[in-house]
């Protein structure tokens, strides 16, 4: 079983801060790493896909993959309560589960002013 | 920008009734996929599907469902029997270059089995 963990939160961070969020996978297969955004009651919205080790920035949102030790992460800067909502981490596995996507838990992030 | 549209919205139906959720994916986009979320769980993938034919299915996707292309625009996701426990929002996704690529959402449809 593959296997996405995230810490459930909830993280609570005071606006203009820096948020760190955190996902480990399982599978040494995985190839694609995404960060969904999710509102209470509302779809998953991509914010962020990272396929190779290292950090990808954009905007004040940063990802970094380390597919050595697993572990996804998202930094948001600057925080606001806008941000305020459900982070989930989705990794794609390799080998037969094509394209399909595994997600975490989420990790509800609350910003307040 | 382009986005996945799903209808309805909501869907209420008794236990045992037949339900068709729809979806109409992005344009250019050639992989579809169906995902669920109970409330308070996680997001489930049910199915992914390319070229007309399922390309890889869950657990979760047994004989009640199935999933169809009528035509160049309509994605469709039938549940032949429904129980208690399908009760979820359903989710759509479709994607342009496969496998590895990012999935964009549609808002989901809210099923509710009485």
């Known amino acids: 079983q593959k296997e996405v963990e995230q810490n459930s939160g909830p993280l609570s961070v005071p606006e203009g801060a820096i948020a760190s969020l955190n996902c480990t996978y399982s599978?040494?297969?995985?190839?694609?790493f995404f960060w969904y955004r999710q509102y209470s009651g509302k779809s998953p919205e991509l914010i962020m896909s990272?396929?190779?080790?290292g950090d990808k920035e954009d905007g004040r949102f940063t990802a970094q993959l380390n597919k050595a030790s697993q572990y996804v992460s998202l930094l948001i800067r600057d925080s606001q309560p806008s941000d305020s909502a459900t982070y989930l981490c989705?990794?794609?596995?390799?080998?037969?589960?094509?394209?399909?996507?595994?997600f975490g838990r989420g990790t509800q992030l609350t910003v307040w002013p | 920008e382009p986005e996945v549209t799903q209808t309805p919205s909501h869907q209420v139906t008794q236990m045992g009734q037949e339900v068709i959720l729809r979806c109409v994916p992005i344009?250019?986009?050639?992989?579809f996929y169906w995902y669920r979320q109970i409330l308070g769980q996680k997001v489930e993938f049910l199915v992914s599907?390319?070229?007309?034919?399922?390309?890889?299915k869950s657990e979760i996707f047994d004989d009640q469902f199935s999933v169809e292309r009528p035509d160049g625009s309509n994605f469709t996701l039938k549940i032949r029997s429904t129980k208690l426990e399908d009760s979820a929002m359903y989710f759509c996704?479709?994607?342009?270059?496969?496998?590895?690529?990012?999935?964009?959402f549609g808002d989901g449809t809210r099923l509710s089995i009485l």
């Open positions: 599907f390319y070229n007309n034919e399922i390309s890889e």
């Open positions: 996704a479709s994607s342009d270059r496969g496998a590895y690529q990012p999935q964009h």
């Open positions: 989705a990794v794609a596995g390799g080998g037969s589960t094509l394209g399909r996507l595994y």
């Open positions: 990272i396929y190779s080790n």
């Open positions: 599978d040494r297969g995985s190839q694609s």
């Open positions: 344009s250019n986009h050639l992989y």
